[in-house]
């Protein structure tokens, strides 16, 4: 099984500030790695696709990159909307897996 | 509209066996695999299982030999079963659609699983 690690666990920033949050894969998966965003009570929403693919209709404000075993999703000039936790997820051997997802709070 | 709606979820005791459902529809179901992921209380997402188009199952470590996937292409349908459950079961079971079996670009609203006695 591959293990994805995330950090940091938490992160509380001020809005407008940058937010950098890494996933490591215990081995490689390519650009099988995509990340999604989850605020409270509410289902995941994909956010970024292989590893660097946006997504429609999601803010130009998020953006991936990485390849292999590391991989960042950036935030860039966060908003307030933006709290939530977000999770990576591998696609390319099963069993998948998640990271175990980074809280963002806003100060 | 892409939609899909869980249910089947409740209380059930240790040990005990429960069967989810999730129902497709707006797209060509035959043609996606499909996946349920689950969340703990206050705990991160898990993959627990998908299917592809053609019915072949894939199974995370922790439920492996408990749980069972399937899927009615006539019903647009893809169903869970669960025995032997424990505590450590208890979460939100989300259906999620995988495009081209990766990213999961669709997800329904989840159903509660709580195994308690």
């Known amino acids: 099984e591959i293990v994805l690690t995330q950090s940091p666990d938490f992160q509380s920033v001020t809005p407008k500030e940058n937010v950098t949050i890494t996933c490591r894969a215990s081995?490689?998966?390519?650009?099988?790695l995509h990340w999604y965003q989850q605020k409270p009570d509410q289902s995941p929403k994909l956010l970024i696709k292989?590893?660097?693919q946006s997504i429609s209709g999601v803010p130009s404000r998020f953006s991936g990159s990485g390849s292999g075993t590391d991989f960042t999703l950036t935030i860039i000039s966060l908003e307030s909307e933006d709290a939530a936790a977000y999770y990576c997820?591998?696609?390319?051997?099963?069993?998948?897996?998640f990271g175990q997802g980074t809280k963002v709070e806003i100060k | 509209e892409v939609q899909l709606l869980e249910s089947g979820g409740g209380l059930v005791q240790p040990g005990g066996s429960l069967r989810l459902s999730c129902a497709a529809s707006?797209?060509?179901?035959?043609?996606?695999?499909m996946t349920w992921v689950r969340q703990a209380p206050g705990k991160g997402l898990e993959w627990v299982s998908g299917?592809?188009?053609?019915?072949?199952?894939h199974y995370a470590d922790s439920v492996k030999g408990r749980f069972t996937i399937s899927r009615d292409n006539s019903k647009n349908t893809v169903n869970l079963q669960m025995n032997s459950l424990t505590a450590e079961d208890t979460a939100i079971y989300y259906c999620?659609?995988?495009?081209?079996?990766?990213?999961?670009?669709?997800w329904g609203q989840g159903t509660l699983v709580t195994v308690s006695s």
């Open positions: 999620a659609r995988p495009y081209a079996n990766s990213y999961l670009d669709h």
């Open positions: 707006g797209f060509s179901f035959g043609s996606y695999a």
């Open positions: 299917i592809t188009g053609f019915g072949s199952g």
């Open positions: 081995q490689s998966i390519g650009a099988n």
């Open positions: 292989y590893a660097s």
């Open positions: 997820h591998q696609s390319g051997t099963f069993p998948q897996t």
